[in-house]
Protein backbone atom coordinates (compact mmCIF):
# COMPACT_ATOMS: atom_id res chain seq x y z
CA UNK A 1 0.00 0.00 0.00
CA UNK A 2 2.74 2.36 1.03
CA UNK A 3 4.73 1.50 -2.63
CA UNK A 4 1.16 2.06 -4.14
CA UNK A 5 0.69 5.54 -2.44
CA UNK A 6 4.26 6.82 -3.32
CA UNK A 7 3.91 5.73 -7.03
CA UNK A 8 -0.02 7.83 -7.25
CA UNK A 9 2.53 10.64 -6.08
CA UNK A 10 4.52 10.36 -8.23
CA UNK A 11 2.17 10.29 -10.90
CA UNK A 12 0.78 13.61 -9.74
CA UNK A 13 4.17 15.22 -9.55
CA UNK A 14 4.88 14.04 -13.06
CA UNK A 15 1.42 15.35 -14.74
CA UNK A 16 2.11 18.72 -12.56
CA UNK A 17 5.55 18.97 -13.93
CA UNK A 18 4.01 18.18 -17.46
CA UNK A 19 1.47 20.83 -16.83
CA UNK A 20 3.95 23.41 -15.84
CA UNK A 21 6.15 22.28 -18.86
CA UNK A 22 3.47 22.45 -21.53
CA UNK A 23 2.22 26.12 -20.36
CA UNK A 24 5.69 27.55 -20.69
CA UNK A 25 5.87 26.24 -23.83
CA UNK A 26 2.69 28.18 -24.71
CA UNK A 27 3.63 31.19 -23.40
CA UNK A 28 6.69 30.50 -25.53
CA UNK A 29 5.10 29.94 -28.21
CA UNK A 30 2.64 32.81 -28.08
CA UNK A 31 5.77 35.57 -27.53
CA UNK A 32 7.97 33.92 -30.48
CA UNK A 33 4.28 33.95 -32.59
CA UNK A 34 4.56 37.66 -31.92
CA UNK A 35 8.26 38.53 -32.30
CA UNK A 36 8.75 36.59 -35.19
CA UNK A 37 7.11 39.40 -37.40
CA UNK A 38 8.55 42.47 -35.55
CA UNK A 39 12.18 40.95 -35.96
CA UNK A 40 11.44 40.45 -39.45
CA UNK A 41 10.33 43.76 -40.25
CA UNK A 42 13.31 45.22 -38.60
CA UNK A 43 15.75 43.13 -40.03
CA UNK A 44 14.63 43.71 -43.18
CA UNK A 45 14.10 47.39 -43.00
CA UNK A 46 17.41 48.16 -41.29
CA UNK A 47 19.66 45.90 -43.37
CA UNK A 48 17.83 46.64 -46.90
CA UNK A 49 17.31 42.72 -47.51
CA UNK A 50 16.19 41.73 -50.53
CA UNK A 51 12.92 39.76 -51.33
CA UNK A 52 13.97 36.39 -50.85
CA UNK A 53 15.66 37.09 -47.67
CA UNK A 54 12.66 38.86 -46.65
CA UNK A 55 10.31 36.61 -47.92
CA UNK A 56 12.88 33.71 -45.32
CA UNK A 57 12.58 35.99 -42.33
CA UNK A 58 8.78 36.69 -42.05
CA UNK A 59 7.38 32.92 -43.09
CA UNK A 60 10.08 29.90 -43.69
CA UNK A 61 11.21 31.22 -39.76
CA UNK A 62 8.43 30.81 -37.94
CA UNK A 63 7.54 28.27 -40.12
CA UNK A 64 10.85 25.94 -39.16
CA UNK A 65 10.29 26.78 -35.58
CA UNK A 66 6.49 25.60 -35.09
CA UNK A 67 7.65 22.51 -37.73
CA UNK A 68 9.69 21.58 -34.68
CA UNK A 69 7.02 22.06 -32.19
CA UNK A 70 4.29 19.93 -34.15
CA UNK A 71 6.16 17.82 -36.25
CA UNK A 72 3.17 15.09 -36.65
CA UNK A 73 1.60 17.49 -38.35
CA UNK A 74 4.13 18.44 -40.89
CA UNK A 75 3.57 15.50 -43.51
CA UNK A 76 0.10 16.36 -44.00
CA UNK A 77 0.65 20.18 -44.36
CA UNK A 78 3.79 20.13 -46.74
CA UNK A 79 1.23 17.44 -48.85
CA UNK A 80 -1.42 19.90 -48.97
CA UNK A 81 1.04 23.10 -49.63
CA UNK A 82 2.93 21.49 -52.06
CA UNK A 83 -0.16 19.96 -54.14
CA UNK A 84 -2.25 22.92 -53.74
CA UNK A 85 0.40 25.62 -54.55
CA UNK A 86 1.26 23.94 -57.89
CA UNK A 87 -2.61 24.51 -59.47
CA UNK A 88 -3.60 27.90 -57.52
CA UNK A 89 -0.51 29.59 -56.83
CA UNK A 90 1.82 28.78 -60.12
CA UNK A 91 -1.46 29.42 -62.72
CA UNK A 92 -2.35 32.62 -60.64
CA UNK A 93 1.17 33.90 -60.15
CA UNK A 94 1.56 33.05 -64.38
CA UNK A 95 -1.10 35.01 -64.59
CA UNK A 96 -0.70 38.36 -62.53
CA UNK A 97 3.07 38.46 -63.76
CA UNK A 98 2.27 37.94 -67.30
CA UNK A 99 -0.99 40.76 -67.34
CA UNK A 100 0.78 43.21 -64.50
CA UNK A 101 -1.16 42.36 -61.72
CA UNK A 102 2.01 43.77 -60.06
CA UNK A 103 5.65 43.69 -60.60
CA UNK A 104 8.45 41.95 -58.89
CA UNK A 105 11.38 44.53 -60.27
CA UNK A 106 14.48 42.64 -58.65
CA UNK A 107 15.16 39.07 -58.31
CA UNK A 108 18.40 37.38 -56.81
CA UNK A 109 17.88 34.59 -58.97
CA UNK A 110 18.15 35.05 -63.09
CA UNK A 111 15.53 32.21 -64.06
CA UNK A 112 12.11 32.91 -64.09
CA UNK A 113 9.57 29.86 -64.01
CA UNK A 114 7.74 30.86 -67.66
CA UNK A 115 9.82 33.23 -68.30
CA UNK A 116 8.03 35.57 -65.57
CA UNK A 117 7.44 34.04 -62.46
CA UNK A 118 9.89 35.05 -59.76
CA UNK A 119 11.66 32.54 -58.06
CA UNK A 120 11.24 33.87 -54.59
CA UNK A 121 7.52 33.54 -55.19
CA UNK A 122 7.69 30.09 -54.96
CA UNK A 123 9.29 30.89 -51.16
CA UNK A 124 6.61 33.27 -51.38
CA UNK A 125 3.19 31.15 -51.38
CA UNK A 126 4.49 28.06 -50.12
CA UNK A 127 6.12 29.93 -47.08
CA UNK A 128 2.78 31.74 -46.07
CA UNK A 129 0.99 28.61 -46.98
CA UNK A 130 2.48 26.43 -44.80
CA UNK A 131 2.96 28.98 -41.69
CA UNK A 132 -0.90 29.73 -42.16
CA UNK A 133 -1.70 25.76 -41.84
CA UNK A 134 1.07 25.15 -39.13
CA UNK A 135 -0.08 27.55 -37.13
CA UNK A 136 -3.93 26.59 -37.27
CA UNK A 137 -2.53 22.42 -36.11
CA UNK A 138 -0.53 24.07 -33.38
CA UNK A 139 -2.70 26.07 -31.64
CA UNK A 140 -6.37 25.38 -33.06
CA UNK A 141 -7.04 22.21 -34.87
CA UNK A 142 -5.43 19.70 -32.68
CA UNK A 143 -7.22 17.06 -34.05
CA UNK A 144 -5.69 13.81 -36.61
CA UNK A 145 -2.64 14.18 -38.14
CA UNK A 146 -2.76 11.21 -40.11
CA UNK A 147 -1.98 11.41 -43.82
CA UNK A 148 -4.92 10.03 -46.34
CA UNK A 149 -2.55 8.83 -48.68
CA UNK A 150 -5.57 7.51 -51.54
CA UNK A 151 -6.88 10.88 -51.44
CA UNK A 152 -3.49 12.68 -51.52
CA UNK A 153 -3.12 9.93 -54.89
CA UNK A 154 -6.34 11.55 -55.89
CA UNK A 155 -5.61 15.06 -55.66
CA UNK A 156 -2.17 14.82 -56.60
CA UNK A 157 -3.08 13.39 -60.03
CA UNK A 158 -5.73 15.90 -60.25
CA UNK A 159 -2.85 18.94 -59.77
CA UNK A 160 -0.64 16.97 -62.04
CA UNK A 161 -3.42 16.93 -65.01
CA UNK A 162 -4.16 20.65 -64.46
CA UNK A 163 -0.58 21.60 -64.52
CA UNK A 164 0.10 19.92 -67.88
CA UNK A 165 -2.91 21.37 -69.49
CA UNK A 166 -1.48 24.44 -68.33
CA UNK A 167 1.97 24.03 -69.57
CA UNK A 168 -0.03 23.03 -72.91
CA UNK A 169 -1.42 26.02 -73.23
CA UNK A 170 1.49 27.95 -72.75
CA UNK A 171 2.91 26.38 -75.16
CA UNK A 172 0.43 27.31 -77.62
CA UNK A 173 -0.82 30.72 -76.48
CA UNK A 174 -0.29 31.71 -73.06
CA UNK A 175 -1.95 35.48 -73.95
CA UNK A 176 -5.10 33.20 -74.32
CA UNK A 177 -4.75 33.11 -70.32
CA UNK A 178 -4.71 36.34 -69.86
CA UNK A 179 -7.44 39.11 -69.12
CA UNK A 180 -8.63 42.21 -67.60
CA UNK A 181 -8.73 42.60 -63.77
CA UNK A 182 -6.83 39.57 -62.98
CA UNK A 183 -6.37 39.89 -59.20
CA UNK A 184 -10.08 40.69 -58.66
CA UNK A 185 -11.39 37.92 -60.49
CA UNK A 186 -9.11 35.30 -59.43
CA UNK A 187 -9.56 36.21 -55.76
CA UNK A 188 -13.20 36.45 -56.18
CA UNK A 189 -13.49 32.65 -58.00
CA UNK A 190 -10.59 30.97 -56.56
CA UNK A 191 -10.73 32.29 -53.06
CA UNK A 192 -13.67 34.37 -52.13
CA UNK A 193 -16.52 32.36 -53.34
CA UNK A 194 -15.55 28.60 -52.30
CA UNK A 195 -14.66 30.53 -48.87
CA UNK A 196 -18.14 31.82 -48.40
CA UNK A 197 -19.75 28.63 -49.49
CA UNK A 198 -17.53 26.54 -47.19
CA UNK A 199 -18.33 29.29 -43.95
CA UNK A 200 -22.20 28.90 -44.62
CA UNK A 201 -22.24 25.15 -45.14
CA UNK A 202 -19.65 25.01 -41.93
CA UNK A 203 -20.14 27.90 -40.31
CA UNK A 204 -18.99 26.54 -36.85
CA UNK A 205 -15.38 26.83 -38.28
CA UNK A 206 -15.81 30.36 -38.37
CA UNK A 207 -14.81 30.66 -34.74
CA UNK A 208 -11.63 28.26 -35.66
CA UNK A 209 -10.62 30.57 -38.53
CA UNK A 210 -10.47 33.67 -36.76
CA UNK A 211 -7.94 33.52 -34.43
CA UNK A 212 -5.66 32.95 -37.75
CA UNK A 213 -6.73 35.40 -39.88
CA UNK A 214 -6.32 38.12 -37.02
CA UNK A 215 -2.78 37.09 -36.72
CA UNK A 216 -2.32 36.69 -40.66
CA UNK A 217 -4.11 40.15 -41.03
CA UNK A 218 -1.09 41.95 -39.00
CA UNK A 219 1.41 39.84 -40.38
CA UNK A 220 0.08 41.03 -43.87
CA UNK A 221 0.10 44.45 -42.78
CA UNK A 222 3.99 43.91 -41.53
CA UNK A 223 4.98 42.07 -44.73
CA UNK A 224 3.31 44.67 -47.37
CA UNK A 225 4.95 47.70 -45.66
CA UNK A 226 8.33 46.31 -45.76
CA UNK A 227 8.07 44.86 -49.50
CA UNK A 228 7.21 48.57 -50.50
CA UNK A 229 9.42 50.11 -48.66
CA UNK A 230 11.85 48.24 -49.98
CA UNK A 231 10.55 48.13 -53.61
CA UNK A 232 10.19 44.46 -53.76
CA UNK A 233 6.90 44.18 -55.28
CA UNK A 234 5.08 47.96 -57.15
CA UNK A 235 1.52 47.92 -58.09
CA UNK A 236 1.40 48.98 -61.65
CA UNK A 237 -1.43 48.00 -63.42
CA UNK A 238 -4.48 49.97 -64.42
CA UNK A 239 -6.75 47.18 -64.00
CA UNK A 240 -7.89 47.39 -60.45
CA UNK A 241 -11.13 47.90 -59.14
CA UNK A 242 -9.98 50.67 -57.01
CA UNK A 243 -6.93 51.84 -54.48
CA UNK A 244 -6.67 52.74 -51.34
CA UNK A 245 -3.98 54.53 -49.19
CA UNK A 246 -1.46 52.18 -46.82
CA UNK A 247 0.79 54.46 -44.94
CA UNK A 248 2.43 56.39 -47.61
CA UNK A 249 1.57 54.12 -50.41
CA UNK A 250 -1.33 53.19 -52.52
CA UNK A 251 -2.38 49.61 -52.81
CA UNK A 252 -5.35 48.27 -55.15
CA UNK A 253 -8.34 47.30 -53.15
CA UNK A 254 -7.89 43.88 -54.15
CA UNK A 255 -4.52 43.71 -52.07
CA UNK A 256 -5.92 45.03 -48.74
CA UNK A 257 -9.37 42.33 -49.24
CA UNK A 258 -7.55 39.23 -50.68
CA UNK A 259 -4.11 39.54 -49.39
CA UNK A 260 -5.18 41.04 -45.89
CA UNK A 261 -8.27 39.50 -44.95
CA UNK A 262 -9.23 36.70 -47.43
CA UNK A 263 -6.09 34.89 -48.19
CA UNK A 264 -5.74 32.74 -44.80
CA UNK A 265 -9.46 32.53 -44.38
CA UNK A 266 -9.32 30.60 -47.63
CA UNK A 267 -6.23 28.15 -47.17
CA UNK A 268 -8.03 26.76 -44.04
CA UNK A 269 -11.19 25.66 -45.52
CA UNK A 270 -9.47 24.03 -48.51
CA UNK A 271 -7.47 22.16 -45.90
CA UNK A 272 -10.73 20.91 -43.66
CA UNK A 273 -12.27 20.07 -46.96
CA UNK A 274 -9.86 18.21 -49.12
CA UNK A 275 -6.92 16.87 -46.65
CA UNK A 276 -8.71 17.05 -42.60
CA UNK A 277 -11.56 15.74 -41.21
CA UNK A 278 -13.95 18.74 -41.17
CA UNK A 279 -13.74 18.35 -37.53
Known amino acids: KKQETRNKKQETRNKKQETRKNSLLKRIDIILLILFPIFATFISLFFKV ?8 FFVVPAVYFSIRTPKAIKKVTAFTLLMYVPVGVISDYIFEAGNAWTIPQSIFLYRVFGVIPIENFFWGIGSTYLCLMLYEHFI ?25 FVIQIIQDGKVLLFDFPYFWIGLVILTIPTLSFLLKFHLFISKFIKICAYFFCLATLNEFTALSL ?23 EEFFFYFIIMSLAIMPYFEFFFDDLK
Open 50 to 57: NYFVSTVL
Open 231 to 253: GHWKFTSPTYIGRISFFNYIIPI
Open 141 to 165: DKSKYELNINKTIKIGFFVLLTFVV
